[in-house]
């Protein structure tokens, strides 16, 4: 039997393979440095809906059938969706499968549900307990905005150390059955609070969270950062991003050009979002877009995506409280 | 190596054992049918904190530290907590983790979560990526009351099929070290329907989710409910409860004397509660006082928690919306 776990938080896996990927976002995201990358892109933000929650559920909706159709998979072949959103109580991931006949496990970490939920479902496939599974996470701009801030319509200015929450929707099927890419490992991250009270300033929020995450990963797997052709962090858009390869420098691992941030990546500057993207839905729409896309076609043989989550809530700000954070990382390899 | 699933949705596990349990509640839940079977019994609302979310977070602060003393673990011992709670962005849970140097794994599916919790800890120790965990969950009437509801200074008249949100944590080690009593399987449930509106009527909603898990399960594993010595639903309350008796037995399943609900067994007639008690600390203080209890005392040989969720949030009733749920159950064997 092969040895599942390494370190203090690191899991290993075998078997489980990336069967096909899909991204749906907004128009705002398709039209930034990824353009025309994603699988669906919708031209309106409440998505022909009467409220930009029910567009958001809407979009959940697509982007499970999408994905299914591209692992050529009927639903009733699926066994297991696992994840989640960034609305109160996670009502448009749970609203989105009502009725589906789906059996559901519903995350939440934030904006690292995603790499959350790509490390529950690894857990389940290797450990034989299920052969597929559906991982999902999404989050709208007009729905955050307004649960985590202002409402839209009182017009406020957004700080120059904000991010802005990704529209996006990003869905992966996992399989045991052998494909060419592979997750081989994860590491479960702690919740790391270093006493950031700006809740406009996820970035430095995040970025110790991110930086302990990875160090563990380094030091748990006995890996360096050149062994990656690529290590994208969540979403801590630029701001983060530089803390977090100073902090890294600190602690002698150099981040080099196969450095990223999903945030970061997503959105140019023209675009006018600061900090640049955030959110539930960023990694997961950068993660099945590009990154997929550069697994497939070669250009990243090995790939740590690490999954930023800021677990504040309005009242938790109200209540003049801290943000704690936490990242989860998942190592993804071609075979 | 042991077959790992068995039917549409259900796991099998192995060498997944309780270590220890441990629950924390309010006052007028130890003055309910469970007086005395608590492990700590609070004796203010707010326990201390300024707040009742602050006082929320401290019953989680407590309840880990008290199961992890029963289990005689130390901090350094425990290898991941997993579990979550019913607040806006899992607060409580991920507040009380702040710089405790644990992996986390949130949660999230509403009063089913610490079943979720004991579903997915048991997948990572029977799977061999964790030797141990700690799986928590809970909730609290006032912080829940105004979040869902209504502030409680508003004094708002309660429906009579209303239920009363646990104020409790209730959590449990596991480990792959043998002890007396095993977690031996679990069954992931669906997001049902039924489009019941009123976010009064938990249990009517929840009723027909807990029907589809426990019937599924019975299906999966080949089961019938007198192979238990007890199955208790998570917090349906006596409405709740009544309408999964007519149900189940509308399927041929007859639930006897061995069946009760968690919500119903919490609190008694005179403590004008109507239908029961309710939240993710119900199952989750039941199971870690009564039920456990039971277990160890040799009362139960066999029990099946199906952990029941409303998955709604104030936003989805506004939406006009009705209330979807889960139910996740998991079966727990004397050795």
């Known amino acids: 039997m092969h040895k599942k776990q390494v370190g203090a938080q690191t899991l290993l896996f075998e078997n489980v393979y990336i069967k096909a990927g899909y991204s749906l976002c907004g128009l705002k995201e398709d039209d930034g440095s990824l353009k025309g990358q994603f699988d669906f892109v919708m031209q309106d933000d409440k998505f022909g809906e009467d409220t930009f929650e029910k567009g958001e559920r809407k979009m959940f909706e697509i982007a499970i059938e999408g994905v299914l159709k591209k692992a050529q998979f009927k639903h009733a072949d699926l066994q297991t969706v ?19 006949m789906q059996s559901v496990l519903g995350l939440y970490s934030a904006c690292a549900t995603f790499a959350e939920s790509l490390l529950l479902g690894s857990v389940l496939l290797s450990g034989g307990f ?15 905005e307004r649960q985590y801030r202002y409402p839209l319509e009182l017009g406020v200015l957004r700080s120059p150390v904000s991010q802005w929450t990704t529209t996006g929707v990003g869905s992966t099927v996992l399989s ?19 006493g950031i009270i700006d809740a406009n300033n996820m970035g430095g929020a995040m970025a110790p969270s991110a930086v302990d995450t990875l160090l563990q990963h380094f030091k748990d797997t006995g890996t ?12 801590l858009g630029k701001l983060g991003k530089n803390i977090v390869m100073e902090l890294m420098a600190q602690s002698g691992y150099m981040l ?23 959110g539930a839905g960023c990694s997961a729409i950068v993660f099945n877009s ?11 043989k090995k790939v740590l995506l690490a999954g ?28």
Chains 1, 2 share one sequence.
């Open 82 to 100: 696992i994840g989640g959103d960034l609305l109160n109580q996670n009502v448009s991931f749970n609203f989105a499968l009502r009725n589906t």
């Open 130 to 144: 299920r052969n597929n599974c559906l991982c999902v996470a999404g989050s709208h701009f007009s729905t955050a």
């Open 176 to 194: 045991s059955e052998t494909q060419n890419i592979s997750i081989i490992a994860a590491t479960i991250g702690k919740v790391i609070d270093y």
């Open 224 to 235: 360096r950062p050149t062994d990656y052709d690529l290590i994208a962090t969540g979403d």
């Open 256 to 278: 080099g050009g196969n450095y990223v941030d999903c945030g970061d990546m997503l959105f140019e500057y023209e675009q006018e979002v600061f900090q640049g993207g955030s």
């Open 290 to 300: 590009s990154i997929l896309n550069g697994l497939y076609n070669g250009k990243y």
């Open 308 to 335: 930023t989550g800021a677990l504040l809530s309005p009242l938790t700000t109200f209540q003049g409280e801290s943000i704690p954070s936490i990242t989860h990382c998942v190592a993804i390899s071609t075979n």
